[in-house]
């Protein structure tokens, strides 16, 4: 009687164990996944769901470490031992069901350092942390290069003013159809620089929401990137409704359309495209303004296509800051009302700006 009193509370005393460190786990705000001697997963707590979106009878004896965090490409727990320290923290790239992307900050345990059976995973989603570090690198990149053409415009303008004094002074001392012609030409380069020098001004100059004509914004990007344009040989196809207003941010707009812009370019140059071609499009569609974009560079390879808007995809094919796209689309959706929708055509990818007429 006595030994089975002592067995059933021995018993109570490791369910409650039990309970207690299982209602731990539950509640951890990180993903708690332990994995036998396969690097099979054999418990997945509701954080590891919700990170990696697989239910936990999915998961459990069914997936491996390298299934969810591909990087961790060993087998077995000793490979891991001998390749992984159990010590610090290591951050990593880990995928979902979706095949979505998120980093991951992850340390590991085992139940017993002398003689290990299975490992503990302490998993930490930083997707939120590390977008918002990318974000602002790319606002203080943005506003440290609207410094930097400031400098610039200051530093070149008057010497770019005493040229052109200089050219006009020359040519009213000579006849000569010659030398009045390689001024005519200094002329010219004085003035592109000029100007070049204002639309970069432009570009990074801080200005408020009004009503404004989205062709204004169109101009502005194909401006940045003429030149790489014009070095490429791409023909740049415009057709624009007249009398479209919209309200909103000029330079904001012109941004995402840079950034639309220079993907295009990008992968034109990338894939060596012959006859390479961007078409512009400006047009009232119902209750909305449409910029459409469209290229004939192949089409975008990424599927689901709308994983292009994710920040953190890995399998881009141009190296980036992988936040151009993602950044575009909230400026859009943030500042203007709208959305960005991308899809493929026979010949290309299409990107069209949706904007609504009236401000909401």
């Given at each position: 009687m006595l030994a089975n009193k002592k067995i059933i509370n021995n018993t109570k005393l490791i369910t409650t164990q039990k309970n207690f460190l299982d209602t731990i786990i539950e509640s951890s705000t990180n993903a708690i996944i332990t994995l036998d001697r396969n690097l099979k997963i054999k418990s997945f707590n509701k954080m590891a769901e919700e990170i990696f979106k697989y239910k936990r009878e999915e998961a459990i004896n069914s997936l491996y470490l390298k299934d969810i965090i591909p990087s961790f490409k060993v087998s077995s727990l000793e490979e891991f031992l001998k390749s992984y320290s159990l010590k610090g923290v290591k951050e990593v790239m880990g995928i979902d069901k979706s095949k979505s992307h998120s980093p991951l900050r992850v340390s590991f345990g085992v139940d017993n350092l002398n003689n290990p059976s299975f490992i503990i995973a302490n998993i930490q989603n930083i997707r939120d942390e590390k977008l918002k570090d990318k974000i602002l690198q790319q606002q203080a990149k943005f506003a440290a290069l609207g410094e930097m053409i400031a400098i610039i415009a200051h530093q070149w303008?008057?010497?770019?003013?005493?040229?052109?004094?200089?050219?006009?002074?020359i040519k009213s001392l000579t006849s000569n159809k010659e030398i009045i012609g390689e001024l005519k030409n200094s002329e010219e380069i004085i003035g592109f620089m000029s100007e070049t020098i204002s639309n970069f001004e432009n570009f990074y100059k801080k200005s408020d929401d009004?009503?404004?004509?989205?062709?204004?914004?169109?101009?502005?990007a194909l401006k940045i990137v003429d030149s790489v344009i014009k070095l490429n040989e791409i023909e740049v196809i415009k057709r624009f409704q007249k009398g479209i207003k919209i309200y909103g941010n000029l330079n904001a707009l012109s941004q995402v359309i840079l950034s639309i812009l220079q993907n295009a370019i990008d992968i034109i140059k990338l894939r060596d495209i012959k006859n390479p071609s961007i078409k512009i499009e400006l047009k009232k569609v119902g209750k909305e303004v449409a910029i459409?974009?469209?290229?004939?560079?192949?089409?975008?390879?990424?599927?689901p296509i709308e994983n292009i808007f994710k920040p953190f995809i890995s399998n881009k094919e141009i190296e980036s800051t992988g936040v151009g796209l993602y950044m575009s689309l909230m400026v859009i959706k943030e500042r203007f009302n709208g959305k960005i929708l991308a899809?493929?055509?026979?010949?290309?990818?299409?990107f069209t700006i949706?904007?609504?007429?009236?401000?909401?």
């Open positions: 303008r008057q010497p770019l003013a005493q040229l052109n004094f200089s050219n006009i002074f009004k009503e404004f004509d989205p062709t204004l914004s169109i101009e502005l459409v974009i469209e290229d004939n560079a192949k089409g975008i390879k990424e599927n899809s493929n055509t026979k010949k290309g990818a299409k949706l904007i609504p007429t009236k401000r909401a």
